[in-house]
């Protein structure tokens, strides 16, 4: 199959296994990364996947890069906004700082990014945009004003961008993890997820970044072209909406 995703953040955590799950399914993958050289270096020596240093949220130099990949590799067919951050804080203690950086990664970059893809999704009139959101974006979560608005945020830019680009066979889907097993999460004491956390998980565990990878390889096949708007959980029971 000669279709190319890019998957941003895709070089570590649920991303990598984004890329992987692609390339797998016959995709030409392209992984984007923001700083962090060391795990992007060693992802690419273990996977062939190409990897990409830009920053989401800043729309030139998303412009830029993906003029880039798609010199080096072609069009983009399916992209996947996976980047994110989290800086957490009780609101009353949360600095203007806290709050823009993760509206800006969070949120304004999948404007950043899906903007500078769409025109190209609607002349060929095919395109895939899988946008990762978040169960706190759902129900909300204290400590994540600033991330639970810019996850709620994702899934209305992906049920307003699915109205639009459905008559160009172009769909825009969400998936929202519940808690994954990725460095995010595993950064957490160890007896706050098991007295805390994993009681909220019917399944009793925390999610793999491959089972959240299985939802984007479905979301981007061309099979799944009647499926746009969608809101795809991916939490071990902890929320049904
Ligand atoms: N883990 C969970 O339980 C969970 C649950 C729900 C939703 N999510 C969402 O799933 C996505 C992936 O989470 P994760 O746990 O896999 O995160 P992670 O392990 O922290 O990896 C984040 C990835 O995003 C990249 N990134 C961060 N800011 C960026 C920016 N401004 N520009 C470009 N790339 C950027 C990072 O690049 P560097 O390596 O260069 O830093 C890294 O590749 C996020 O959107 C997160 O909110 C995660």
Request: glycine residues 12%; hydrophobic residues 40%; contains cysteine.
């Amino acid at each position: 199959m000669g279709r190319v995703a890019l998957v941003t953040g895709g070089s570590r955590g649920i991303g990598a296994a984004i890329s992987t799950a692609l390339k797998d399914a016959g995709y030409t993958v392209a992984a984007n990364y923001a700083g962090n050289d060391e795990k992007a270096r060693a992802f690419h020596e273990e996977t062939g996947i190409p990897v990409y240093k830009w920053d989401v949220s800043n729309y030139e130099a998303c412009g830029t890069g993906i003029a880039q990949v798609e010199s080096d590799l072609g069009p983009v067919d399916v992209l996947v906004n996976n980047a994110g951050i989290t800086r957490d804080a009780m609101f009353h203690k949360m600095t203007p700082q806290q709050w823009q950086e993760v509206i800006n990664t969070n949120l304004t970059g999948l404007f950043n990014m899906t903007h500078h893809v769409w025109s190209g999704m609607r002349e060929r009139s095919f395109g895939r945009v899988v946008n990762i959101s978040s169960i706190n974006g759902q129900k909300g979560q204290m400590g994540q004003a600033n991330y639970s608005a810019a996850k709620a945020g994702d899934l209305g830019f992906t049920k307003a961008l699915a109205q639009e680009g459905a008559a160009k066979n172009i769909t825009v889907n969400a998936i929202c993890p519940g808690y994954i097993a990725t460095e995010m999460v595993l950064a957490v004491p160890e007896n706050v997820l098991k007295e805390r956390i994993l009681p909220q998980i019917p399944v009793g565990r925390l999610g793999q970044p491959e089972e959240v990878a299985r939802c984007v390889v479905f979301l981007a096949s061309d099979e799944a072209g009647f499926v746009t708007g969608s809101t795809l959980s991916a939490n071990g029971g902890q929320l049904f909406v």
